[in-house]
């Protein structure tokens, strides 16, 4: 048996796995992120592989060519467009989902040999907000703690993260800790009522963007109370006097704190009292921080509190920015963003004076390039001319999308790397490149407690895929900088990138230079190793900061005066009546935009289409009825999604996951009506706030559609999903009549109607043998869809249609647990039929909940809706 050790290509928890024979994929026990444990997605990431449409060859304006033809073309329209006007004319848009050795060389060509420093990256939409506290706060983009911490903390503050879905893994560490150690406390922030808040001991559904309040407020009672450390201040922190002026006002007092965050004094003065009592807290965040206008700043008002008791970098103590994608780490190692230099160096002179002998690159970039959201702005307005899109697939992550799109539409030369041709980004291409995905190159990846882990190939990458850095090098070679790009593999990027960190270092905590030396054979065998690792150093402290030393100029952390603000909101006047303030982020089972995961038919059951979610009482409020397909409007553009029913929302605001894109569904991403409102200081966009308004859509009919194909018919909106024997689709027409549409069906041929209460079933036929099904109906219906679907490909038998049909129609049940596929009617009948009325005994009877445990929250809450009900 052949294994290999690798680790997950989705978030940044950055589990290991192990891959035997290329085929059995597991948790691998020795990774120090997860021991063995996986979630659902990175459990399923063998059968991902399978991609239903993968680019295998280089595509030039839809013609297949060779890479030969494509980089030629490609050098020749970079080449000219910079002889034209400029390196600032060309850009590249790249993603945390590269490899730290395929970020090395974009960012080296870009800002050494290029030119410029217009090079950024989908971490800007992701972690740059925190970025940028960490910076202003320690002098350098540091993580101080660890996973440990979070096992070991007394009190964990969960803020704008939905842990238990988006971090399963280290969800299920926290959870494991807090089963071991009940006195631990879990206090969860977030709007919404998530999963994760759900297991919370306190949760504040505070007002959205209210974090500096909140955090300010806190400060303000622990200096009330003096419960700050006043020897560590006075030693190890600058701005103390400032913030203390500050927040000394009537601003600060908690009950115009609680009143500004929406919340109850006696709530939130528990949370505070409990980080006071506390030295062991330890403060997790992620994108309801980060994705916001004043994301830098709210990040700073939740490290003020730990620097003011003197808690960062301890054992069981720090503030802890989790990290999204797999590798968003190592690109701001090697400093992929357009607002960083090189190996966490800044655009000094001195910096860049040092890089530049370092490349021994002719045109190093001295100043920063456009932030994402500008870049693309500039790509509108023909300022930028060319553009490389690596690993991302900006048409529908980042904001305004109608605007995306035309500048992707607009673009004089665009390139798109990619391992499909159908995202929506690369419907746009000029130049389609293939590239090499998970499984099929190697290389590293650091996560978010900065431990760096080999990704290793086991599997070779199919048609002429290729991994993305060697398309840059061979760029970088073909544009005159032969000298600069020649590299054999990959291990020869990593021993630069490891020498970078270590050039003239006496400042940066980012240094790896004890890996400059590596050996081919050490780099094959490297096992998982936190930073830093300075030349001579075998192994790095777990934690940073931890003596209260930091990166910046005098040594000591910056306190930050941050002044709350209101998300900005953009509107035509006033707040209309009856709108809707719309949150967005992410489920549990999908990643991003589809790409990866909606072709498992597996991962799309618990969330098959795209909704739109608000509570109860906005839902009366509304007029429309749960189920509906309702038009979604803001003043960037609209959307048709359905309307779901969550009451963990407070009233009058909505959550649509960011998911669904022109792939998936006609109209439904909902980026379309998110406004490109930026962070001042890190440019990261307010993804968490929008204000829209809800609108009927008068549909004709409904229809549902099971086919071994797409179905060919035009219809106002669609959502579709895979099925193991083809795809089903969600449909409807606000225009044509059913009749009308089976007017266009019945030209078509092979298609026979059978009539049905409400509406009527089209069975399409070849060869006798049913290849499609489509129910149209005047009122939406629950189907059965594995039932329907059990019927592709049998030979048309009226008898055993109509069975089929009544029991399909008899309903459907919602799928519960993803990893054993066990759906809520199965778990309901164990409780009612079998007597089950403990979580073990639906575990040992389903295995539902077993593997991940993200689950178990849904499955008591059944437990307890059905067991009580039975009692009562
Ligand atoms: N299943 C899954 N997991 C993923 C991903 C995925 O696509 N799918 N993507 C990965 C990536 S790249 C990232 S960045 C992470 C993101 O991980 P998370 O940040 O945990 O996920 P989100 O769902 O984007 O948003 C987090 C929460 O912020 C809350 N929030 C909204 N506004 C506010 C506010 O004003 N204040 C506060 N305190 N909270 C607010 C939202 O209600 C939401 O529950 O997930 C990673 N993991
Ligand atoms: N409304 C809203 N929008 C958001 C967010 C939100 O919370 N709300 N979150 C934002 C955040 S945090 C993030 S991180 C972004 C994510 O948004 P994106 O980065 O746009 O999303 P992905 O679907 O992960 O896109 C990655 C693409 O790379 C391709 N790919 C995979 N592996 C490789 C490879 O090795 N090489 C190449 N060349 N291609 C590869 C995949 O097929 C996929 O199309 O979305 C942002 N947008
Ligand atoms: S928790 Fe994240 S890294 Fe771990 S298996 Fe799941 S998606 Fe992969
Ligand atoms: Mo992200």
Known sequence: MS??????????????????????????????????????KGGSLMETLAFPNRLLYPRLHGQQVSWDTALDEMAAQFGR????????????????????????????????FIGAANIDTNSRLCMSSAVMAHSRAFGEDVVPGCYDDLEITDLLVITGANTAWTHPVIFRRIQQARARRPEMKMVVIDPRKTMTAEQADLHLALRPGSDVWLFNGLSRYLLDHDLIDNAYIEEHVNGFSELHAQLMTPDYELANVAQKCGLSVSELQTFYRWFGENEKAVTLFCQGINQSNQGTDKGNALINTHLLTGRVGKPGASPFSMTGQPNAMGGREVGGLATQLASHMTFSDENCDRVARFWNAPNIARKPGLKAVDMFEAVRSGKIRALWVVATNPAVSLPDSVMVREALAKCEFLVVSEMTPKTDTAQFADLLLPAAGWGERGGTVTNSERCITRQRAFTNAPGEAKPDWWAMAELGKRLGFADAFNYNDTVDIFREHAALSGFENSSR??????????????????????????????????RLFGDGCFSTPNGKANL????????VLKRKAERQEGSWLLNTGRLRDQWHTMTRTGHLPRLMETEPLPKVYVNQHTLQASGFSEGALIRINSLQGSVMTLLGRDDGLRDGEAFMPMHWSDDFSSCSGVNRLVAPVVDAVSGQPQFKQTEVMAEAVNVKWHGLWVGQHEPELEVSWWARRPLDAGECRRLTDETRTAEQVWFQLAQQGRWLRLPLKGGWLAVKLNQGRIIGLLLVSTTHQ??????????????????ALSTTLEQALAGDSRMICSCFRVSEKQIVDAIGEQGISELSGLQSLLRCGTNCGTCVVELKKLLHKHTSSNEA
């Open 3 to 40: 294994r290999v050790h690798t680790s997950c290509a989705y978030c940044g928890v950055g589990c290991g796995i192990t891959v035997d024979d290329a085929k059995t994929l597991a948790g691998d026990t020795e990774h120090p992120a997860n021991g063995g444990a996986l979630c659902v």
């Open 509 to 542: 905590q980012f240094d790896i230079s004890a890996l400059a030396t590596l050996t081919d054979d050490e780099y094959e065998q490297f096992t998982p190793r936190q930073w830093p690792l300075p030349a001579g150093k075998n192994a790095a402290s777990q």
């Open 560 to 567: 930050l005066t941050v002044v709350p603000q209101e998300p």
């Open 81 to 112: 467009i910079i002889a034209e006007t400029g390196p600032e004319s060309v850009a590249f848009y790249v993603s945390g989902q590269l490899l730290t050795e395929d970020y090395y060389i974009a960012n080296k060509l870009m800002k050494g």
């Open 782 to 799: 629950q189907v059965n869809i594995d039932l329907l679907a059990g019927l592709l490909g049998l030979p048309m038998n009226s008898t």
